[in-house]
Structures are given as C-alpha cells and as structure tokens.
C-alpha cells in the first residue's frame, strides 16, 4: 500500500503561481510512477504529469508544458507539481496519484486539493 498526502491547493489570480506537493509513505518508491492528475466538475479526470521514480523521467499533457513542472525528493518521498502562469481553464481538484511501473492502472491515490484561478 502506499498512501499518499496532498497539500499546497488555494485560490489564485490569472498569471500566479502554485506548488503542490504530494508526500508518500508505505513503500519505496522506487518502482513507481508517480502522476498528477486534475478534474473539474462535469468532467473526466485528466493526467496533467507524471514522473517516473527510478529516474526522473517525466510526461506532462500538452496543455501545461512549459508552465508546470513534476519534480520529486527522493529523502523527502515527496512529489511536486510547480504550477506557474496559472490560467482560469486549470481549475480544479488536483490529485496525486501512484502505480507500480509493471501494471498499467493507478490504484493509489491521495484525497485531493483544490486550485481555482480567477481571471
């Protein structure tokens, strides 16, 4: 089991900048990917990013390249998500979530965090 603690969520104007972050406890890490994942009301949970653990390597949706960035502490366990230039349009519940590298779902995952950007 690995269980999975997010904070750093709030209330933001157009253009600020946010840092989640994502502390994991239960298992080593490093045969996991690690993800960042965000819905909004009415709509289907997307990945935003994700990291691979052993190495660092990373994924990230089109629609926040070059404004967010994953990142990770190995002595910490923790994962981030630096969220700069916030738009409106990335509102929503953000959650953290894991999955070992050999099977493809994500069974584990944290309670999530709000981020709202007002325009």
């Known amino acids: 089991q690995v269980q999975l603690v997010e904070s750093g969520g709030g209330l933001v104007q157009a253009g600020d900048s946010l840092k989640l972050s994502c502390a994991a406890s239960g298992r080593t890490l490093s045969g996991y990917r690690m993800g960042w994942f965000r819905q909004d009301p009415g709509k289907e949970r997307e990945i935003v990013a994700s990291?691979?653990?052993?190495?660092?390597?990373?994924y990230y949706t089109d629609s926040v390249k070059g404004r967010f960035t994953i990142s990770r502490d190995n002595a910490k366990n923790t994962v981030y998500l630096q969220m700069n230039s916030l738009k409106p349009e990335d509102t929503a519940v953000y959650y953290c979530s894991a999955r070992p590298m050999i099977g493809g779902n994500w069974p584990y995952w944290g309670q999530g965090t709000q981020v709202t950007v007002s325009s």
């Open positions: 990291l691979r653990w052993s190495d660092g390597s990373t």
